[in-house]
């Protein structure tokens, strides 16, 4: 960011100090910014309730012991994949609940965090971007619908989504790979030197604490977005302010959490509130490194970084092939600005009008978009969703990055090889 910020001072020292306090000044004065990074710190403050109430290891008690469901090292993994196949609203929450749902049982069988860490990341936004009734969704109807506006496709919005989609092959694969390292215990790379953590609770036949405890804040989180996203939408899901309904249904997590918990008998108001502090603390630094990631990211979108990317894409390129660039383009673009809707910004404005000018297959060129964004953005150290990946599994960022990053390249190179016979097929 340092750096960044001394090329766009003209390398003039006191200028680069007043740009950095500038740069952090307005994005605390920006409402998204402090509500994402309360959001960070409050939903440590839930997961500590959970685990102190004794509702993690209800949850694990009840799928383990009393269904049966997870009895094996290879089971242990499918629940939080099942969370983030079937919690596409929003790709934070996907995450957050995957983790927790999904920590208890890596440590009781001894998969690694970090592997946990790379489920949470490669199902949340590769769904969200598959089904995209979000604010994934609302972004990509309006820079589609830009396109149509200025007379460049003919046509409704939510068909050329719905088009895109059937050729975002990333998203796809992602989620096919994701499967396929759960089922059969692959660990390639770095993976293959990750440690568990130790088990954390022992799960009794006595008198296990109710999952229901685990399960109420959980789902007080997800309708609470839900219903917030619908109120910041005017009653369309699709327009709502994915930033703002976190915050909010947190909040009102927080609150119905203490009230159920009290009622139960579980904590004391005293308990509750110093484990609210206590889970905020641990958060504070994810809290911060959201902060600076943002920074970095207004530091490439100021130099311009995505738009010199894509100036690299001309006329000379053939257009059967002109779908596979815009894919590797628009990963690169993603990963140097640890953004993939800054990425379908950018991209997508320039991909149209190359496709049609090209007469290569527009639909076909959308999915490359969305594709390279969600891909640059898995492997980005700066990226939202990887930060918050991490946070929720309780994994440290650079591990994740790692860790994860083979998976990713194996899963980009297929989407690209699908993308070149996609684009010779249909050219």
Same mark, same amino acid.
């Given at each position: 960011?340092?750096?960044?910020?001394?090329?766009?001072?003209?390398?003039?020292?006191?200028?680069?100090? @007043?740009?950095?306090?500038? #740069?952090?000044?307005?994005?605390?004065?920006?409402?998204? %910014?402090?509500? !994402?990074?309360?959001?960070?710190?409050?939903?440590?403050?839930?997961?500590?309730?959970?685990? #102190?109430?004794?509702?993690?290891?209800?949850? %694990?008690?009840?799928?383990?012991? &009393? &269904?049966?469901? %997870?009895?094996?090292?290879?089971? *242990?993994? /499918?629940?939080?994949?099942?969370?983030?196949?079937?919690?596409?609203?929003e790709s934070s929450i996907?995450?957050?609940? =995957?983790?927790?749902?999904?920590?208890?049982?890596?440590?009781?069988?001894?998969?690694?965090?970090?592997?946990?860490?790379?489920?949470?990341?490669?199902?949340?936004?590769?769904?969200?971007?598959?089904?995209?009734?979000?604010?994934?969704?609302?972004?990509?109807?309006g820079l589609i619908g830009g396109q149509i506006t200025a007379g460049l496709i003919s046509g409704q919005e939510g068909r050329w989504l719905l088009e895109a989609v059937v050729f975002n092959f990333y998203a796809y694969i992602a989620?096919?790979?994701?499967?396929?390292?759960?089922?059969?215990?692959? +660990?390639?790379?770095?993976?293959? &030197?990750?440690?568990?953590?130790?088990?954390?609770?022992?799960?009794? +036949?006595?008198?296990?604490?109710? %999952?229901?405890?685990f399960i109420w804040p959980v789902v007080w989180m997800i309708a609470g977005v839900i219903g917030f996203m619908l109120i910041t939408g005017g009653g369309n899901l699709l327009e709502g302010s994915g930033s703002t309904s976190i915050f909010y249904a947190l909040l009102l997590t927080l609150v119905l959490t203490w009230i159920y918990y009290r009622s139960m008998g579980v904590m004391t108001s005293r308990e509750f509130f110093t484990t609210v502090f206590a889970g905020a603390k641990s958060l504070t630094p994810i809290a911060m490194i959201l902060l600076f990631a943002f920074a970095i990211g207004g530091v490439s979108s100021d130099m311009k970084v995505g738009h010199y990317l894509a100036s690299f894409i001309g006329d000379y390129l053939p257009s059967a092939y002109i779908a596979g660039a815009i894919f590797v383009? =628009?990963?690169? /673009?993603?990963? *140097?600005?640890?953004? @993939?809707?800054?990425?379908?910004?950018?991209?997508?404005?320039?991909?149209?009008?190359?496709?049609?000018?090209? +007469? =290569?297959?527009?639909?076909?060129?959308?999915?490359?978009?969305?594709?390279?964004?969600?891909?640059? +953005?898995?492997?980005?150290?700066?990226?939202?969703? !990887?930060?918050?990946?991490?946070?929720? @599994?309780g994994c440290e960022v650079g591990e994740h990055v790692r860790t994860q990053l083979p998976y990713a390249l194996i899963s980009a190179l297929i989407a690209l090889l699908l993308f070149i016979i996609a684009g010779v097929a249909l050219s």
């Open positions: 960011m340092v750096v960044g910020e001394i090329i766009i001072s003209g390398f003039n020292p006191i200028n680069t100090v @007043s740009l950095t306090f500038e #740069r952090f000044i307005h994005l605390l004065q920006e409402g998204w %910014v402090l509500k !994402t990074l309360a959001f960070a710190i409050m939903v440590g403050s839930v997961m500590a309730l959970i685990e #102190r109430s004794g509702g993690v290891g209800g949850l %694990v008690h009840e799928l383990s012991i &009393r &269904r049966s469901w %997870v009895q094996s090292k290879r089971s *242990a993994l /499918i629940p939080s994949f099942i969370a983030g196949i079937i919690i596409f609203i996907t995450s957050l609940v =995957a983790g927790a749902i999904g920590k208890p049982f890596c440590d009781r069988y001894g998969i690694s965090r970090a592997k946990l860490a790379f489920v949470c990341d490669s199902t949340s936004a590769p769904m969200c971007s598959l089904l995209p009734i979000n604010g994934w969704g609302a972004l990509l109807l989620l096919i790979v994701t499967f396929a390292v759960i089922w059969f215990g692959i +660990d390639i790379g770095p993976m293959r &030197r990750t440690l568990p953590n130790p088990p954390t609770e022992e799960i009794v +036949d006595g008198s296990p604490s109710s %999952v229901f405890l383009f =628009a990963a690169v /673009i993603a990963f *140097a600005t640890g953004t @993939s809707w800054g990425t379908f910004s950018i991209m997508l404005p320039i991909a149209v009008p190359l496709a049609v000018g090209l +007469d =290569a297959p527009v639909a076909l060129c959308m999915g490359a978009v969305i594709s390279g964004g969600v891909f640059g +953005d898995h492997c980005s150290p700066i990226s939202d969703t !990887t930060i918050i990946s991490s946070m929720a @599994s």
